[in-house]
Nanobody, 118 residues
Framework: VQLQASGGGLVQAGGSLRLSCAASEKIHRYSTMGWYRQVSGKQRELVAGISSGDATNYADSVKGRFTISRDNRKNAVYLQMNNLKPDDTAVYYC?????????????WGQGTLVTVSS
């Protein structure tokens, strides 16, 4: 699958952005879709995930501010980010994961940069 992330940009603290991830194939095939972020020099971290059954999970740092959703008809996943903080500045990556013989397969998009100014 190819994943195309978009929606990043520059926003002031307290503002909002909505990230979109467009998949090249049916996302219902994937057990989990998620958003990760990475700051230069640090490990990539999970921001939010959503299962094929619409169960969601969030990093503690974004709970109550970010919302992940999926639209199986459009093969898309979204991340609504509200009340953004400078610490949210990072490259955000879309991820798709499914169970395969022998383990799990994970696919990544190219990333979209989010910059939050103070």
């Amino acid at each position: 699958v190819q994943l195309q992330a978009s929606g990043g940009g520059l926003v002031q603290a307290g503002g909002s952005l909505r990230l979109s991830c467009a998949a090249s194939e049916k996302i219902h095939r994937y057990s989990t879709m998620g958003w990760y972020r990475q700051v230069s020099g640090k490990q990539r971290e999970l921001v939010a995930g959503i299962s094929s059954g619409d169960a969601t999970n969030y990093a503690d740092s974004v709970k109550g501010r970010f919302t992940i959703s999926r639209d199986n008809r459009k093969n898309a996943v979204y991340l609504q980010m509200n009340n953004l903080k400078p610490d949210d500045t990072a490259v955000y990556y879309c991820n798709a994961e499914r169970v395969a013989v022998g383990g799990r397969l994970s696919f990544w998009g190219q990333g979209t940069l989010v910059t939050v100014s103070s």
